[in-house]
């Protein structure tokens, strides 16, 4: 057959067809909250443990290959001890021979792909020979899938426990997208219930921008009427200085002075772990050279001038704040 089209009109879906029509939704757990398919509970008497199903829905669901497994209880899968080193995958496995249970939980040394047999991976017991099943070497893998939905603002976000944990909201804000950012819906605890959900946000075009926050005149200092007005920026831990400072009297730094440039110290949350040192430029009526700029971990912020000058820069000064 050269080529093939289904569902036909008014006729059921073989198995298999089903399996095709189904598979970009992709394989993985479909998390609601509650830690389903959680393996824990591991007991050296009957070296056995515990795959849970949620704590918070009473169930634990998953999709492979195009088939819907469901866990409504927990179930008790057994780690005998070994001769020698080996791992124990605990997975899903999906037998298209198997037709009463397509999908089911298997606990196996080795890794079945015969017959079109296919897995999604839970967890990795790694146990060594003469060892405590307790003291197995124990990896999680769980794979989770979940829905991008597309929203106008942040505002319409729904509740992030309503959705599948991971489930990737899309927000546009505005006709034409230019403010677009990614969330990610999770829980900030151990999954153990539906408190602690929040939208993470995982992309922002505006995590590239600094946002400034000016630096008025004072009685001392002043705003020499070019270049930028003093201002600090921020970018995520990056802060930033730009702008030209005068005297308001009018009269030269002094060359060998030292004078706090920004009329106090900035916030503490802004300042650098350790003291910044910085070279900038001064100048004004032919005078001018250059000036160096300290930034404390205090976060005051002073110059000492080298060469006498009638406004100094703060273009440039840059540091990470602790």
């Known amino acids: 057959m050269a080529e093939e089209s289904f569902p036909v009109v008014e006729q059921p879906l073989s198995a298999d067809q089903w399996k095709h029509v189904t598979r970009g939704i992709g394989d993985g757990i479909l998390d609601e909250g509650g830690f389903p398919y959680r393996l ?9 443990a515990v795959l849970r199903a949620s704590t918070s829905t009473g169930v634990a669901s998953a999709i492979l290959s195009g088939f819907y497994h469901k ?16 791992t124990y995958y605990v997975m899903l496995q999906h037998d298209p021979l198997d037709a009463e249970m397509p999908v089911k939980v298997v606990v196996s040394t080795s ?6 047999k296919t897995h999604l991976h839970l967890y990795n017991v790694v146990r060594n020979a003469n060892e405590l099943l307790t003291d197995a070497a124990v990896r999680m893998i769980r794979p989770r899938i979940a829905p991008v939905q597309v929203y106008a603002s942040d505002a319409d ?68 009427e070019h270049g930028f007005r003093r201002a600090l920026g921020r970018r995520g831990k990056v802060r ?22 920004l009329s106090g110290p900035i916030a503490p949350a802004d300042a650098p772990a350790a003291v910044q040192r910085f070279a900038v430029s001064t100048g004004g009526y032919g005078a001018g050279g250059q ?32």
């Open 40 to 48: 824990t509970g591991f007991d050296n008497t009957t070296n056995t």
């Open 71 to 86: 866990m409504d209880s927990d179930i008790t899968l057994s780690f005998p001890p070994v001769a020698a080193r080996s």
């Open 111 to 116: 890794v079945d792909t015969s017959q079109g």
């Open 157 to 224: 976000l729904p509740q992030a426990n309503k959705v599948l944990w991971g489930t990737l909201a899309i927000v546009h804000n505005g006709r034409y997208g230019n403010n677009s950012s990614l969330y990610i819906a999770m829980t900030g605890d151990d999954g153990e219930s539906t408190t602690g959900w929040f939208w993470k946000k995982i992309y922002d075009p505006n995590d590239n921008v600094f946002v400034w926050s000016e630096i008025g005149d004072t009685g001392t200092y002043r705003w020499p």
């Open 240 to 261: 930033k200085l730009r702008g030209r400072v005068a005297l308001v009297s009018g009269n030269k730094f002094q060359a060998g002075g030292d004078y706090s440039i």
């Open 291 to 322: 000036a160096n700029v300290e930034v404390s971990s205090t976060g005051a912020v002073t110059a000492k001038i080298t060469d006498s000058a009638y406004w100094v820069s703060l273009d440039g000064i840059e540091w990470e704040a602790k």
